[in-house]
C-alpha cells in the first residue's frame, strides 16, 4: 500500500496549481468553483485565505494539466471578481504542504 506522500505525489504528477488574487466578499469561490463544474472540469484541491488588508483574498486551486486547461484559465480571467490568475508548476508545493500537516 503506497504511503500518503507517495500518493501524493503521483497524484500530482499531471496536475498544476492555479493562485488566483480574487477581490473578498461573499460568492465569489461560488462563481469560481461553478465555473469549473459547469465546464466538468474537475478541482482536486482548494486552499483560500484571506490577504492581510480583508478586501482581497487568495485562491489555490489544484487542477489536472489538460489540453482544457488553457481556456479554462482565459474564462476564469473573465470573471469579475477575478483580479490575476497565475499558473504555477510543480515547483508549487501548497498542497503537499498541507497534506504534511494532516499526517
Known sequence: MPTQSTSLT?????????????RN?????????GLFARRA?????????????GEESRIWLLVKDDQRLQ?????VEKLEDVLQVRRHGEE???FEQVAEFYR
Open 10 to 22: 503521483q497524484s500530482t504528477a499531471n496536475q498544476v496549481t492555479l493562485e488566483l488574487s480574487v
Open 25 to 33: 466578499h461573499p460568492g465569489v469561490m461560488s462563481h469560481v468553483c
Open 41 to 53: 472540469f474537475n478541482v482536486e484541491g482548494i486552499l483560500c485565505m484571506p490577504l492581510a488588508d
Open 71 to 75: 481556456q479554462m484559465i482565459s474564462q
Open 92 to 94: 508549487m508545493r501548497i
